[in-house]
C-alpha cells in the first residue's frame, strides 16, 4: 500500500459505471411504464384523434391527452414503429379491460394485440 505525502493511505478511485446505451436506456423506461429521453406530448384535437404508428424519432415516447387527463402512452422501436402501449382508461368498457393501466404489444404487421 502506498503512503500519501502527510501519512494517509491512497484508496483507488471507484470506476465509474458506464452509461447506458440508448436501447438500454430505452428498455428500462418501457418496462418501468416511464417517459424516454427522446419525449413527446400530443393532444386531442379536430385533426389528431390517436397516436400515430409511426415516429420519426426511433426508442422515443409519445402521450396522448384528451384536455388535460393522460390517456395512452406509446413507445416506438428502433426503426420508430410501435412497440407498446400503456393505456390509462378502460376504454369506456370496464368489462373488457378491468385493469387499468393496461398495456398492449403491437405484432410485426402493426396490428395492437390483447391487454395485459
Known amino acids: 500500500m502506498r503512503v500519501k ?22 428498455n428500462t423506461a418501457k418496462s418501468k411504464g416511464t417517459k424516454t429521453a427522446s419525449h413527446s406530448n400530443v393532444a386531442k384535437s379536430t385533426k389528431t384523434k390517436s397516436l400515430p404508428y409511426k415516429s420519426s424519432k426511433p426508442y422515443s415516447s409519445k402521450d396522448f391527452y384528451d384536455g388535460k387527463k393522460l390517456k395512452q402512452r406509446r413507445y416506438y422501436d428502433k426503426n420508430g414503429k410501435a412497440q407498446m402501449d400503456i393505456d390509462y382508461t378502460n ?9 387499468v393501466p393496461h398495456r398492449h404489444n403491437f405484432n410485426s404487421k402493426g396490428v395492437r394485440g390483447k391487454d395485459y
Do not use: D, R, V
Open 5 to 26: 505525502p502527510g501519512g494517509g493511505s491512497a484508496k483507488p478511485k471507484p470506476k465509474a459505471k458506464p452509461k447506458p446505451t440508448t436501447a438500454q436506456a430505452y
Open 91 to 99: 376504454h369506456g368498457n370496464a368489462k373488457l379491460h378491468p385493469k
